[in-house]
């Protein structure tokens, strides 16, 4: 059964850091890609970092690029968004996500980028945990 279990949400002044952490169990770490989205309360769910855990390339929202660093240790099976100068806006459920990173279906190859998870979604996701940044 996969899971992915993210931890470290909290509540922070604005200006201050937080890094959260998704443990993931059920698959073999290097054959998914990665990573993280969030949903504020009225608005949709949106790709914040995503990382390809065989290579390692990376995707950033345009919001977060300069300030959020995901990384992952496949030792640990975990990957991190260690989040620096936030701002309120950055609220929002944060939600660690997986998606195969290759797979042929009907003959056709297809593979799934940091980028095209952060842009399409993801087959798992986590339970999500709350990230609140005062101002």
């Known amino acids: 059964e996969v899971q992915l279990v993210e931890s470290g949400g909290g509540l922070v002044q604005a200006g201050g850091s937080l890094r959260l952490s998704c443990v993931a169990s059920?698959?073999?770490?290097?054959?998914?890609?990665i990573g993280w989205f969030r949903q504020a309360p009225g608005k949709e769910r949106e790709g914040v970092s995503c990382?390809?855990?065989?290579?390692?390339?990376?995707y950033y929202a345009d919001s977060v690029k300069g300030r959020f660093t995901i990384s992952s240790d496949n030792a640990d099976n975990t990957v991190y968004l260690q989040m620096n100068s936030l701002k309120p806006e950055d609220t929002a459920v944060y939600y660690c996500?997986?998606?195969?990173?290759?797979?042929?279906?009907?003959?056709?190859?297809?593979?799934?980028?940091?980028?095209?998870?952060?842009?399409?979604?993801?087959?798992?996701w986590g339970q999500g945990t709350q990230v609140t940044v005062s101002s």
């Open positions: 996500a997986a998606k195969p990173r290759q797979w042929w279906s009907g003959g056709i190859y297809y593979a799934t980028t940091s980028g095209s998870l952060c842009r399409k979604g993801a087959n798992y």
């Open positions: 059920g698959f073999t770490f290097d054959d998914y890609t």
């Open positions: 990382i390809s855990s065989s290579d390692g390339s990376t």
